[in-house]
């Protein structure tokens, strides 16, 4: 987690990067970024600029992907979007999307990109879908491989039976009129969260678990393929064995 980077969520621009280390080259920055509808265009660039100024002193590969809420398709016509890609020039940024985002029956606007300062081999486009009013964007880098270690420490949480029943006990235990007192929504939403999030971290604590990474295991296999696997492994013995 790069935390110099990353903003959480101010008044200007949400924004959360990681840093990914690469074995076949340097490392590689990767940040998602958000616009507040609320913010003009102008602030908003303007504390891109003090984001892309760190990045850029690092000299390493960055990508950046998120619904930026600016018109790109509007550069010839708003000063404020050509001032935005001129910021983006100045530390040898560009958008890889150049078609419409979002389209309605009344308009089709350039939102969301995916913005680097590679200029090597690389993929992005546009996935023709429903799934949401905005099409999913995407890209694929050639020759990067994250590094890890034959051992991998992970943090899991305990969804057993008993701490399901944990947590719904400690949920009918709450006493809920702390959230009344309060007249603002927003508020009072944020108050239920914390405290649903407090017991959830109470009842579901995070667990260090040491798992043996295995380098022969085929990236296009998930753990579910696996469990398939194994189901219909199982089902064969069982058919030699009766029969």
């Given at each position: 987690?790069r935390?110099?980077?990353c903003?959480?969520?101010?008044v200007t621009?949400?924004?959360?990067?990681i840093?990914?280390e690469?074995?076949?080259?340097?490392?590689?920055?990767?940040?998602?970024?958000y616009k507040?509808?609320?913010?003009?265009?102008?602030?908003?660039?303007?504390?891109?600029?003090d984001?892309?100024?760190?990045?850029?002193n690092?000299?390493?590969?960055?990508y950046?992907m998120?619904?930026?809420?600016?018109?790109?398709?509007?550069?010839d016509?708003?000063?404020?979007?050509q001032l935005?890609?001129?910021?983006?020039?100045t530390?040898?940024?560009?958008?890889?999307?150049?078609?419409?985002t979002?389209?309605t029956?009344e308009s089709?606007t350039?939102i969301d990109?995916i913005?680097t300062n590679d200029?090597?081999?690389?993929?992005?486009?546009?996935l023709i879908?429903?799934?949401?009013d905005?099409?999913?964007i995407?890209?694929a880098?050639?020759?990067?491989?994250?590094k890890?270690?034959?051992?991998?420490n992970n943090?899991r949480?305990?969804?057993?039976?008993?701490h399901?029943?944990?947590f719904t006990?400690?949920v009918?235990?709450t006493?809920w009129d702390?959230i009344?007192?309060?007249?603002n929504?927003n508020r009072?939403?944020e108050q239920f969260?914390?405290?649903?999030?407090?017991?959830?971290d109470?009842c579901?604590?995070?667990?260090?678990t040491?798992?043996r990474?295995?380098k022969n295991?085929?990236?296009w296999?998930?753990?579910?393929?696996?469990n398939s696997?194994?189901?219909?492994q199982l089902?064969?013995?069982?058919f030699?064995?009766?029969v």
């Amino acid at each position: 987690m790069r935390k110099d980077l990353c903003t959480g969520e101010t008044v200007t621009v949400e924004s959360c990067f990681i840093e990914v280390e690469n074995c076949s080259g340097g490392n590689i920055i990767i940040g998602v970024m958000y616009k507040p509808p609320d913010v003009p265009c102008v602030t908003f660039t303007e504390a891109c600029n003090d984001i892309l100024k760190l990045v850029n002193n690092e000299n390493k590969k960055c990508y950046i992907m998120g619904d930026f809420i600016i018109n790109l398709l509007k550069r010839d016509t708003e000063n404020s979007v050509q001032l935005f890609l001129d910021m983006l020039n100045t530390y040898s940024f560009y958008p890889l999307i150049d078609k419409p985002t979002r389209i309605t029956g009344e308009s089709a606007t350039l939102i969301d990109n995916i913005l680097t300062n590679d200029f090597s081999s690389h993929r992005a486009g546009i996935l023709i879908t429903d799934i949401s009013d905005h099409l999913p964007i995407f890209m694929a880098i050639d020759k990067c491989k994250a590094k890890v270690s034959q051992h991998s420490n992970n943090k899991r949480r305990n969804y057993s039976r008993q701490h399901v029943e944990h947590f719904t006990q400690e949920v009918s235990n709450t006493n809920w009129d702390f959230i009344q007192l309060s007249q603002n929504m927003n508020r009072v939403y944020e108050q239920f969260l914390n405290h649903i999030l407090l017991l959830y971290d109470k009842c579901f604590p995070l667990q260090e678990t040491k798992c043996r990474i295995n380098k022969n295991k085929s990236p296009w296999l998930t753990e579910g393929i696996y469990n398939s696997i194994r189901r219909s492994q199982l089902s064969v013995l069982n058919f030699d064995v009766c029969v």
